[in-house]
């Protein structure tokens, strides 16, 4: 950056003052100001704007981390898009000749990112790209063949072996200011909260913002860690680290949860799978971006998918006769959240019992989890949807009964979100479970004796349905 000059950083996922890299080095070595910059800009997000509950995170979360920037003598500027004419406009209205952000690695974001750091050198303004949200850049590791990691376990070994993970970044103490302040839209202005009032239940839950995800890092440290392995499958149980809506907002940097847990002696090895796990959804999504809307297993494009619309409501909302499955789908509306092993169940039942096209599921999960991540959403629904990478995947097809009595043996959790279980109100199973579950096996049987479709007609086909979802999504 330019000696003193004033430097933009201009936030994305990153809505955090520890561990900052992007923050960091706008005030390392240089006495200049700092402009803190946040860009509304859906339309550049491709097809995957920020879903409905995730909307209601990030005005939460931007409130508290304009707060925050007060107190350290500073403010949160903010701006409506197109990114590249924001920043434009406000390195012409203080001087500034660097910008600073952290790198994103969504298809469409990674690409608008890129086309802004050209176009901001074209104009002699200094544009430097930081890692912050992953552990590991998802290039960084191949297998011997110089390829991608397909299989968990092998990228696992390799990113404990081979990745050494620094140390987190302190918070600035102070943030010098610029002579004069450029305009900054209001936070009501930009219209982030859903139109409908559901979202308005979520506080009961969530407390977005940085000083939250750090309490909530140590309440799960000293309370769940050592019993993670034997709880983290029972939905009734606050037994999970709820970091994920954090960790998506960058509220919390994965680099902090790794040494946090390098400090633990026993509990660790269960969440660090997870979070690795999260990183492996990166590397996939890197390396093959067309894994939002079509299988990583080609055969799949041509499996007997049934769009019954009337079967993807009643999943909506929780009406399907199936207790577990319900109780997950209400959990979801009521709180902008799901246990981990509940979503498992519920996407197994829409995609192997109701056959609905995964990318159903996963675009509705897209809207309504305050944790929606892109990487993450896309990897879990095609692994449980069997077209993902898993080795042999399609045959596990969850049991919700047998789930359920299993991790909710008291039925506290299925009661819980379900209290008409027993009344006359209740609806009977809108399918046969092992009926639908012979269907779908069958179904992929037949799959396997038909010829593989080519790349070109898999492209033209998502390219279809990504347009037919776009349209209803803004007549929504």
Avoid at 88 to 116: C, D, F, I, K, M
Avoid at 166 to 191: F, I, K, M, Y
């Amino acid at each position: 950056m330019v000696a003193n000059g004033a430097t933009i950083v201009w936030l994305t996922q990153d809505l955090r003052l520890r561990d900052n890299p992007a923050l960091h080095a706008a005030t390392a070595g240089s006495s200049g100001p700092v402009i803190p910059l946040y860009i509304w800009s859906p339309q550049e997000e491709g097809p995957w704007p920020p879903g409905a509950a995730q909307r209601w995170w990030l005005h939460r979360s931007l409130d508290d981390l304009g707060r925050r920037l007060e107190a350290l003598g500073s403010r949160l500027v903010l701006a409506r898009g197109p990114i590249l004419d924001s920043l434009l406009s406000v390195a012409a209205a203080t001087g500034a000749r660097a910008v600073h952000w952290s790198r994103r690695y969504e298809p469409a974001a990674a690409a608008a990112q890129n086309a802004v750091a050209t176009a901001l050198r074209a104009e002699g303004i200094a544009a430097r790209v930081f890692e912050g949200a992953l552990l590991v850049r998802p290039e960084a590791l191949s297998s011997a063949a110089g390829t991608p990691y397909r299989q968990y376990s092998a990228f696992r070994r390799a990113l404990l072996r081979d990745a050494p993970i620094g140390s987190p970044l302190p918070a600035p103490r102070t943030l010098q200011p610029p002579r004069s302040w450029p305009d900054s839209v209001t936070l009501e202005s930009l219209r982030l909260l859903p139109e409908i009032s559901w979202h308005e239940k979520f506080a009961q839950s969530w407390s977005p913002g940085e000083p939250t995800a750090q309490r909530q890092l140590r309440r799960f440290l000293h309370a769940s860690l050592a019993r993670y392995e034997e709880s983290r499958n029972l939905p009734a149980m606050r037994a999970t680290s709820r970091l994920s809506p954090h960790l998506h907002f960058g509220e919390i940097g994965p680099r902090q949860i790794w040494h946090a847990l390098a400090r633990r002696r026993s509990g660790r090895s269960g969440f660090l799978s997870e979070l690795l796990w999260r990183e492996f959804a990166y590397h996939m999504l890197h390396h093959f971006p067309f894994l939002t809307d079509q299988p990583l297993r080609q055969e799949f494009a041509r499996f007997p998918w049934r769009c019954d619309a009337a079967r993807l409501r009643a999943w909506h909302k929780g009406l399907t006769g199936v207790p577990l499955v319900d109780a997950g789908m209400r959990e979801l509306w009521a709180t902008g959240w799901m246990h981990n092993r509940v979503r498992m169940v519920t996407a197994s039942f829409l995609v192997k019992n109701l056959m609905v096209p995964w990318q159903e599921g996963a675009r509705w999960f897209w809207d309504t989890l305050v944790d929606a991540d892109l990487a993450s959403n896309t990897l879990n629904w095609q692994w449980v949807a069997g077209c993902g990478v898993d080795a042999a995947p399609f045959f596990r097809i969850f049991n919700p009964l047998t789930q359920a009595e299993r991790f909710d043996p008291t039925g506290s959790y299925v009661r819980k979100w379900v209290p008409e279980l027993d009344s006359p109100d209740y609806p009977a199973p809108m399918v046969n479970w092992a009926a639908s579950r012979a269907a779908a096996l069958d179904a992929f049987r037949a799959l396997r004796q038909r010829p593989v479709p080519t790349a070109a007609a898999i492209t033209s086909s998502s390219s279809r349905r990504v347009r037919s979802r776009s349209h209803r999504a803004r007549g929504r």
